[in-house]
């Protein structure tokens, strides 16, 4: 379907939505409807490493659409929202030259915020910030922290990964150094854009939703998650390892629990990602919100929309 339309601005339509609600499956569908591409927002897709964990479009899919920012990076690189926004707007630049919608999807709720709204440039914290606060981590003070982070920063505690050792870093040193929350930080719709935005959420009922994070799970560890993370160990420290999925199976390979205790872990812990995901995006009230199955409605959304 080809919507292009004389002197009309070109529409990035973003799709978000917790992980498991099934965003790969609704966009690739809305991209063959819609003729274009898709931008992958997702903070761990990046990395030409990770794969099973990630939960990555399959080759089919892949072939079927064009995906851009899927096994862009190595994880030996850091690649922040800052980085994200900045590639972003100049793949538009570039795409939207030929062509008139491009769809955006993922679950990183900081990265979507990024190319909406910009972000400012994060202040350097001292370096002597950076090591009190990392030895307090090696100190076992990880829970401390996040409460520091919680009452220092309620947004930023709800919002990002308290779990990952490097991001609670990041955000308390940026608090403690400057003495504003780190989620400040992001601009408040003061970025202006060439092209049209249309935002659209999509949820599903919770008990539905858990149960698809508990098979995809298990999934994971049938398609051989196991021996992914034993071929990543070198990386182990970085920061897109200290996530959900990766983290608990490093545990398992040092002893820490069982395997069916990290199953059940990365279970729980991707369960409580969703709600985070979840909360972050509800808080945004731009966002049209639709049941993941209800696809001829967003069709219709988007029609409206964009024509």
Request: net charge negative; with cysteine.
């Amino acid at each position: 379907m080809e919507f292009l339309i004389e002197e009309q601005l070109p529409t990035l339509i973003i799709i978000v939505g917790p992980t498991a609600v099934g965003k790969t499956d609704l966009c690739v569908k809305l991209a063959q409807w819609l003729s274009c591409d898709i931008i992958s927002c997702d903070s761990r897709q990046f990395y030409k490493e990770l794969s099973i964990g990630t939960a990555k479009p399959t080759l089919e899919e892949m072939q079927n659409v064009k995906h851009h920012f899927i096994d862009s990076h190595s994880v030996e690189v850091l690649y922040s929202a800052g980085d994200f926004e900045r590639d972003v707007e100049a793949f538009l630049e570039s795409y939207f030259q030929q062509n008139n919608v491009v769809i955006m999807t993922g679950g990183s709720g900081l990265f979507v915020d990024a190319v909406v709204n910009g972000l400012d440039d994060m202040p350097e914290a001292p370096l002597e910030l950076r090591a009190e606060l990392m030895q307090r981590l090696e100190n076992g003070e990880k829970e401390s922290m996040q409460n520091e982070l919680k009452s220092l920063d309620a947004v930023a505690y709800q919002n990002i990964d308290i779990h990952n050792s490097q991001r609670l870093v990041r955000a308390l040193e940026v608090c403690l150094s400057t003495s504003k929350p780190f989620s400040s930080f992001q601009k408040k719709g003061e970025k202006k854009h060439f092209y049209k935005i249309v935002k659209i959420g999509i949820e599903r009922p919770r008990e539905e939703l858990y149960q698809r994070i508990n098979l995809r799970v298990e999934a994971m560890f049938e398609q051989g998650l196991l021996d992914e993370v034993k071929g990543l160990r070198e990386f182990k420290d970085k920061n897109a390892l200290q996530t959900v999925g990766y983290r608990e199976v490093f545990g398992f390979l040092e002893g820490e629990q069982d395997l069916p205790t990290t199953m059940d872990l990365i279970k729980r812990n991707t369960r409580r990602y969703a709600k985070r995901q979840l909360t972050w995006f509800k808080n945004k009230d731009s966002f049209e919100w639709f049941d993941a199955q209800s696809f001829e409605e967003i069709k219709e959304f988007i029609s409206k929309e964009i024509s």
